[in-house]
Nanobody, 114 residues
Framework: QVQLVESGGGLVQPGGSLRLSCAASSSIARIATMGWYRQALGKQRELVATVTSGGSTNYADSVKDRFTISRDNVKNTVYLQMNSLKPEDTAVYYC????????WGQGTQVTVSS
């Protein structure tokens, strides 16, 4: 089993920034694809960004040029730097690790509001 623990969510004004972190309990994270998904109230969960073990990244069109995903394989941690946040970015953000099965964190709330 792999456990994922997210941190870094909170309330921020439009135009602000937040950085999310996700620490994995297993070194499998170093060779797995990891990513971030989000789910807004009343909507389906959607992909935000992923990063492979080799560092290749993929982003949803809605966050390109504003969000950056990165990973630290020594710390088994993946990050999501979110800049120029908009109210429509408000959602619960979930960390994901894909290695055979899909593993999920418990989620962290991000609220963008003035």
């Amino acid at each position: 089993q792999v456990q994922l623990v997210e941190s870094g969510g909170g309330l921020v004004q439009p135009g602000g920034s937040l950085r999310l972190s996700c620490a994995a309990s297993s070194s499998i994270a170093r060779i797995a694809t990891m990513g971030w998904y989000r789910q807004a109230l009343g909507k389906q969960r959607e992909l935000v960004a992923t990063v492979t073990s080799g560092g290749s990244t993929n982003y949803a069109d809605s966050v390109k040029d504003r969000f950056t995903i990165s990973r630290d394989n020594v710390k088994n941690t993946v990050y999501l730097q979110m800049n120029s946040l908009k109210p429509e970015d408000t959602a619960v953000y979930y960390c994901n690790l894909l290695w055979g099965s899909a593993y999920w964190g418990q989620g962290t709330q991000v609220t963008v509001s003035s």
